[in-house]
């Protein structure tokens, strides 16, 4: 059997969580032990408690970036050989997960499972706080689906993660015409559904901590209404990974704050797709208010 060595998990406790794979094994969920790079987590899946010393204690922002720049550099000499495929993208999600866990941070992540019950592609719609869930979801959804993101252009072009996006085949939008990106997320993405993807689209206007209805548009249910796939609901709080002032990819690593991620029951588009797309906002606004406490 193929495995991931996790030697950097090591910390006295489980820095990874309990997969799949290892009770099919017979294997104990301890520190030491490999992971399969396509194995799945359990759900619900919490991080340990692991209680960081030293430099990482006092400096989990550079301790973070500094391992996320060599898994990015890696990848990205990968994809340019087109050598980065879903085993290798899931590698590197996993990677940057252990190292914000190994910096002090929480991550709770519930029902992932909502995708072994569906049959088809589906137009995952949730909130975009921070960089995290560009990098992080692919390490929860790709050992069960097929998956990629829609996208601003200036992701693609992007200084060595471009050439990582680039490989996943992203629906890309230019954010300067919204007649040509609606066009272009309708064509793209009903594409993208019939050759068996799920799309992950963020409707907000851009990165934000504060979830203003008012500004999360139905483009992901007119996607969905016009392809004929169910729509998954995604609430999320990643402001564990904070948006930085001078280069908005690179804020503060923050342990204090909780990670959280939680998908939606599908919803089937009926009518002109309203009802679903109030049903979205709802459930992103319950979480959220429900994880405020915590954060």
Known sequence: MDYLTADDTKCGEICFGNFDLM???????VA???????TKFTDPYFSPNVRPHGFRKLFPTLTFYSQAAWTVWRGAVAARKGDYDDDRWQRD??????????TGVRIDIRNQSVFDRLSEPSVIIGNHMSTAETFL??????PMIKVTFVVKRSLITYPVFGHIMRSRKPVVVGRDNPREDFKTVMEQGTDRLRQGYHVIIFPQRTRSVEFVPEEFNSIGVKLAKSAGAPVVPLALHTEAWGNGKLLKDFGPIRPSIPMKFEFGEPLRISGNGKAENEAVIQFITSRLHQWQPEA
């Open 93 to 102: 999600s996993l990677s940057l997960l252990r190292a914000l866990e190994r």
């Open 23 to 29: 009770k099919m094994a017979g294997m104990s969920a």
């Open 137 to 142: 979801l692919a390490g929860v959804l790709v």
């Open 32 to 38: 030491g032990y490999d992971y399969h790079p396509m």
